[in-house]
T-cell receptor
Framework: GAGVSQSPRYKVAKRGQDVALRCDPI?????LFWYQQALGQGPEFLTYFQNEAQLDKSGLPSDRFFAERPEGSVSTLKIQRTQQEDSAVYLCASSPRTDSGNTIYFGEGSWLTVV | AQSVTQLDSQVPVFEEAPVELRCNYSSSVSVYLFWYVQYPNQGLQLLLK??????LVKGINGFEAEFNKSQTSFHLRKPSVHISDTAEYFC???????????FGTGTRLKVLA
């Protein structure tokens, strides 16, 4: 079946511009995660959804970052007034269950460059 | 809180040689451990995971890892690497009752001809 799909794959934004990154999880997956991966680093947790409920947003770096999953399927990560330090790969992942030993499935990421 | 340390940022190895990628974790509770691989311009793909039971875990592409509770380690091994194994490898940890996966900084494996 189809995997986790993210769009756009590549985005160049001017500093101060707003961006929206979309994630289509695997159909039926309850859990959805957003991670940020800076160059040469491992993925850093941003936020977690269980269906439409955002249960954890502790990793969002500032109030310029906002995520939603209104119908419990597609999710959007929005970054307002982008800054150069926001340049990174944004990874979406989904999982069919909610328990922590579960495998999470990653998309290919959205590469954001802020100039 | 949990943490993961991958001490080796880069590991060069010749084709058909064995390799070990090191991972150490820190946690005050029982953990679940994972190894993911990331090929260039692709997402992360699960290689193997340890949940409980046998401490030796076998994964895809001939990789295996051993959970060592006393040394808080979960090192990844392969007896004979191929050029196609060139990629970034990430160790990750989670704990029961949480959903957050904590990743290490990654080890870049470069297989040389």
């Amino acid at each position: 079946g189809a995997g986790v799909s993210q769009s756009p794959r590549y985005k160049v934004a001017k500093r101060g511009q707003d961006v929206a990154l979309r994630c289509d999880p695997i159909s039926g997956h309850v859990s959805l995660f957003w991670y940020q991966q800076a160059l040469g680093q491992g993925p850093e947790f941003l936020t977690y959804f269980q269906n439409e409920a955002q249960l954890d947003k502790s990793g969002l770096p500032s109030d310029r970052f906002f995520a939603e999953r209104p119908e419990g399927s597609v999710s959007t990560l929005k970054i307002q007034r982008t800054q150069q330090e926001d340049s990174a790969v944004y990874l979406c992942a989904s999982s069919p269950r909610t328990d922590s030993g579960n495998t999470i499935y990653f998309g290919e990421g959205s590469w954001l460059t802020v100039v | 809180a949990q943490s993961v340390t991958q001490l080796d940022s880069q590991v060069p190895v010749f084709e058909e040689a064995p390799v070990e990628l090191r991972c150490n974790y820190s946690s005050s509770v029982s953990v679940y451990l994972f190894w993911y691989v990331q090929y260039p311009n692709q997402g992360l793909q699960l290689l193997l995971k340890y949940l409980s039971g046998s401490t030796l875990v076998k994964g895809i592409n001939g990789f295996e890892a051993e959970f060592n509770k006393s040394q808080t380690s979960f090192h990844l091994r392969k007896p004979s690497v191929h050029i196609s194994d060139t990629a970034e490898y990430f160790c990750a940890v989670s704990t029961s009752g949480t959903y957050k996966y904590i990743f290490g900084t990654g080890t870049r494996l470069k297989v040389l001809a």
